[in-house]
């Protein structure tokens, strides 16, 4: 946090930049989850943030990068898809992945091809709501957003799947 603007020797005033940033703290902390640690580092990246939206946005939502995940790289290749090396999300997928295979249950390729691609579209609505102004602000969206909007994207999974099964299988409401 910057310091305020000195009005004695142990007072100070703080503007709304202050507040904002306090507002982006708490958010991260109570809301994200985010340990103390985690957030120094993204508002190490909005108070210095790299040259590009991309690595921006990359900072700020897979900071740690995952382990090698060679069957989640194929899978995402396959879909034609260019995403970095070591990312996060796909030892997560891989992790999925041999879940699968643990659990005995099969989803054909082409089921799994059809869920990236209606997951594809949800990611594209979402990075066209990233706001351009400041980094502060594109890091608040990315974080909180990811955050925030996967338990709505769970749970409107769970009602649409109410909604095909009732048109599928008939009327079964409980």
Same mark, same amino acid.
């Given at each position: 946090? $910057?310091?305020?603007? &000195?009005?004695?020797?142990?007072?100070?005033?703080?503007?709304?930049?202050? =507040?904002?940033?306090?507002? %982006?703290?708490?958010?991260?902390?109570?809301?994200?989850?985010?340990?103390?640690?985690? =957030?120094?580092?993204?508002?190490?990246?909005?108070?210095?943030?790299?040259?590009?939206?991309?690595?921006?946005?990359?900072?700020?939502?897979?900071?740690? !990068?995952?382990?090698?995940? $060679?069957?989640?790289?194929?899978?995402?290749?396959?879909?034609?898809?260019?995403?970095?090396?070591? %990312?996060?999300?796909?030892?997560?997928?891989?992790?999925?992945?041999?879940?699968?295979?643990?659990? !005995? %249950?099969?989803?054909?390729?082409?089921?799994?091809?059809? %869920?990236?691609?209606?997951?594809? &579209?949800? +990611?594209?609505?979402?990075?066209? !709501?990233? $706001?351009?102004?400041?980094?502060?602000?594109?890091?608040?969206?990315?974080?909180? !957003?990811?955050?925030?909007? +996967?338990?709505?994207?769970?749970?409107?999974? &769970? =009602?649409?799947?109410?909604?095909?099964?009732?048109?599928?299988?008939?009327?079964?409401?409980?």
């Amino acid at each position: 946090m $910057p310091p305020g603007e &000195r009005t004695s020797a142990t007072q100070a005033r703080y503007g709304e930049a202050h =507040v904002q940033r306090l507002q %982006l703290v708490r958010a991260l902390i109570d809301v994200a989850g985010l340990s103390i640690d985690r =957030v120094r580092r993204m508002l190490a990246v909005v108070d210095e943030p790299p040259s590009t939206m991309t690595e921006l946005l990359h900072l700020a939502t897979d900071p740690e !990068g995952g382990a090698a995940a $060679p069957r989640a790289a194929a899978f995402v290749a396959d879909l034609g898809w260019d995403v970095p090396d070591g %990312l996060g999300a796909l030892e997560d997928l891989e992790r999925g992945l041999a879940g699968l295979d643990a659990s !005995g %249950l099969e989803i054909p390729a082409t089921q799994l091809a059809a %869920l990236a691609g209606a997951i594809d &579209r949800v +990611a594209e609505i979402e990075i066209d !709501g990233v $706001p351009t102004a400041s980094s502060e602000a594109a890091v608040a969206y990315a974080v909180l !957003g990811t955050e925030l909007v +996967a338990p709505i994207l769970l749970a409107l999974r &769970r =009602v649409a799947h109410a909604r095909h099964t009732i048109a599928r299988f008939g009327d079964g409401h409980a």
